[in-house]
């Protein structure tokens, strides 16, 4: 064999699954003189591509596989495929490495797959010899061999499918020895665990056999020594036996207390199979509850969201509360003014407050008409009554200062009207305002309805 780093890629490809007609090899002598080098020359055809892991070998005749190689070298890549030196290849094989039987071999083309592409005509290594005959084949005896080929090849195929049926037999017969190996894997594994089983059960028998020859060595030496109490011995023997019927006995009442237990088992059963049933509504109970609970969460999360919506409008009411609380404070310190200012007209009339004071109620019991829009009432009863001339002579108002006409016949009266349109009532709370703050004035009767 030829030494080398690493061993030829191979398969076990079948020879009818090869391709010998892709690489063809040229000037193959009939046989070569042992002790020299040999050059296999070869070409390439043009479907065929060298690739860097192809080899050639030489076989001997009647290989199968390309495992059988006896040597080989690695073919050389052409540089350039297209051109017709590329085709025309050559590799040599050293002496050292070749056969140096009589046998005949062929070169074989095998590419880095493991695949044949191509091989020679047989060869020998022999020496040369004058002796050698040229044999001459006739048209008949190539006919002959070439159909004695044909029924080699078809023998070959009949032998192939042969084959194949029996590698299938062979596979079946394979699971089946592996099935019936498994199978006497598990009943050796059986066999031993009843064997360590019997051995066991063995070893309690001799335990107890070996138990009960003592028992009986001591039993006779004790009937030796102790004949007189043969007569007391077969009375206790009496009284076991009687004992052991009591045993059977208990044993017969042990065993329907179990079956009692089994039938209060089986009612204790039926009892846990309602309790579950129960305990099954129970939990749809509490899921329904559960769904109710969700329920009364979302209306009081309603009732909340309402809550927060009075909050905020009563929030809103106390802010408006405190704006008409400071109208209120703020109407007040007008009327404070107004009472000043009346204060002032009376005085600057020569009246003080007492008298006006003293003379309305003498006019509230006369009919006099007091005009209810007023808070103080109409200052100018007082006057009227008192002083009718001088009120005669008042035409012009001390309010806004304004003129009343000469052809008015009554002005005290008119001063009156006049006064009323100047001022603007409350109908609810007779709350009195000025004309000119007619806005607080309806925001105020607004509060009222709220």
Known sequence: MEETVEDPPTSAVLLDHCHFSQVIFNSVEKFYIPGGDITCYYTLTQHFIPRRKDWIGIFRVGWKTTREYYTFMWVTLPVDLNSESAKQQEVQFKAYYLPKDDEYYQFCYV?????VRGASIPFQ????NEEDILVVTTQGEVEEIEQHNKELCKENRELKDSCVSLQKQNSDMQAMLQKKQEELETL??????????????KDCWETELLQLKEQN??????NEKMGVRVD???AQLSNQGKEMEKLVQGVQDKTEQLEHLKEENGQLFLSLTEQREHQKKLEQTVEEMKQKETTAAKKQQELTDQNMDLSKRLSENKIIYNVLQREK??????NDFLKRENSRLLSYMGLDSDSLSYQVPTSNQGGTRQDPGLVFGN???GIQESSAPSLLSI??????KSDFPDDVFDHNLALEQHLQTLSLNCPICDKTFPAKEKQIFEDHVFCHTL
């Not at 590419?111 to 695949?115: A, I, K, L, P």
């Not at 060595?217 to 004790?222: A, H, L, N, P, R």
């Open 111 to 115: 590419d880095q797959d493991g695949v």
């Open 125 to 128: 290594f022999r020496p040369e």
């Open 188 to 201: 050796k594994s059986i066999s031993k665990k009843l064997e360590q089983t019997m051995k066991e059960q």
């Open 217 to 222: 060595q001591k039993m006779s030496s004790e």
């Open 232 to 234: 007391q011995l077969q």
């Open 329 to 334: 404070e703020k109407m007040e310190k007008e």
């Open 379 to 381: 200052p100018y009863s």
């Open 395 to 400: 035409k012009k108002c001390p309010t806004c």
